[in-house]
């Protein structure tokens, strides 16, 4: 089964076109990592898969089910940001219930769900704090957490390490490879870092003004890239 597919899907903001005839497929299960330089338009791409934004035209299907305008809440998709985007008057537990009470889950289901997701991610200590409590780490993880509970099939991660510092950043892109490993979902990653790109992808895609340079494997670009410019990002020294 396809968790993702992408046909000619276009974005434009006003008269500024920025994403051009995407065409993508995801498999189930796929760890399907975006890269491409600031402004290239992996975060729109990123929004109107989950519904943030609307295509302007194209399609969008999410497990086999077309979703091209379908609201966030119902594409099956969970999504984690730079920002961590938590509620600061909310605590961990909290901020992990709130998408899981707008559903109408019961509250037996939602304490299960948190309790799991902060076995996954070793947050029990944690759950009475609020985000302020937390080191930025541990936000990152709420929020990863927070995602997990919504048991989605297609999880969206945009530069979710960015903001950590280096060790930090480390020990987090190992926690979400092992949590792919476990979950078996599939994920899409966006960032700009070669080495989360190299390291987590199953595949990559290389973005370039709005449109896709390149796909294949880490391996398969690193050795053989299409051009300078994917060379410039992931190839070999030459
Ligand atoms: P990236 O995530 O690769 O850095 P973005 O997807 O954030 O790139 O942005 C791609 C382009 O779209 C940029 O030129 C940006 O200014 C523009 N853009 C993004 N969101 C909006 C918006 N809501 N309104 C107008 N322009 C936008
Ligand atoms: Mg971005």
Redesign the pocket.
């Known amino acids: 089964m396809t968790a993702l597919k992408l046909d000619r899907v276009c974005k434009s903001?006003?008269k500024?076109q920025?994403l051009h005839d995407i065409d993508l497929a995801v498999e189930e299960g796929e760890f399907v990592v975006f890269v491409?330089?600031?402004?290239?338009?992996?975060?729109?791409?990123?929004?109107v898969i989950a519904g943030l934004?609307d295509a302007t035209s194209g399609r969008v299907e999410i497990g086999g089910a077309e979703v091209t305008r379908t609201p966030p809440a119902k594409r099956g998709i969970a999504m984690v940001f730079q920002s961590y985007a938590l509620y600061p008057h909310l605590d961990a537990r909290g901020n992990m219930a709130l998408g899981l009470r707008q559903e109408g889950q019961p509250k037996g289901v939602i304490a299960e769900r948190i309790a799991e997701a902060a076995r996954i991610l070793s947050l029990e200590p944690y759950l009475d704090r609020r985000p302020a409590e937390l080191s930025g780490g541990q936000r990152q993880r709420v929020a990863i957490g927070r995602a997990i509970t919504r048991q989605p099939r297609l999880f969206l991660f945009?530069e979710p390490l960015s903001n950590l510092d280096a060790a930090l950043r480390m020990n987090t892109r190992i926690e979400i490879a092992q949590l792919h490993r476990t979950l078996g979902a599939s994920m899409i990653y966006?960032t700009h870092d070669q080495t989360e790109a190299m390291t987590l992808a199953d595949r990559i895609v290389v973005?370039r003004d709005?449109r896709i340079e390149q796909t294949g494997s880490p391996m398969e670009l690193y050795n053989d890239p299409a051009n300078r410019f994917v060379a410039g990002f992931l190839g070999a020294p030459s």
């Not at 491409?36 to 929004?47: A, D, E, I």
């Open positions: 903001f006003g500024v920025v491409g330089p600031s402004g290239c338009g992996k975060s729109t791409l990123l929004r934004e945009d966006v973005l709005g």
